[in-house]
């Protein structure tokens, strides 16, 4: 069973960066692509970024320029992680962030908040 966790996020304020992570266990990001979705409060669920598995990446128009999304296979006993940077961070920016393996049916983290705000 594919189980994804993140972490990294917390309060940060207007302007500032954050990186998240997602640990992925029970499976492999090799050969499957990657993505990193959020939802602010009263909002849907929203894609932010995503990236294949030869490395491509995509990412929505508001955060195009500002964050980058990565990838880093797992040596010896180290975890698959999939990585958000995110730069220039705005209030807008304020939600869960969620990380998504598209193998099989799709995975979801369990979410992390991020909170932009002075």
């Known amino acids: 069973q594919v189980q994804l966790v993140e972490s990294g996020g917390g309060l940060v304020q207007p302007g500032g960066s954050l990186r998240l992570s997602c640990e992925v266990s029970?499976?492999?990001?090799?050969?499957?692509?990657m993505g990193w979705f959020r939802q602010a409060p009263g909002n849907q669920r929203e894609l932010v970024a995503t990236?294949?598995?030869?490395?491509?990446?995509?990412?929505?128009?508001p955060v195009k320029d500002r964050f980058t999304i990565s990838r880093d296979s797992a040596k010896d006993s180290a975890k698959d992680t999939v990585y958000l940077q995110m730069n220039r961070l705005t209030p807008d920016d304020t939600a869960v962030y969620y990380c998504?393996?598209?193998?099989?049916?799709?995975?979801w983290g369990q979410g992390i908040q991020v909170t932009v705000s002075s």
């Open positions: 998504y393996s598209f193998e099989d049916s799709g995975y």
């Open positions: 029970g499976g492999t990001i090799s050969g499957y692509a």
């Open positions: 990236i294949g598995s030869t490395g491509s990446t995509y990412y929505e128009e």
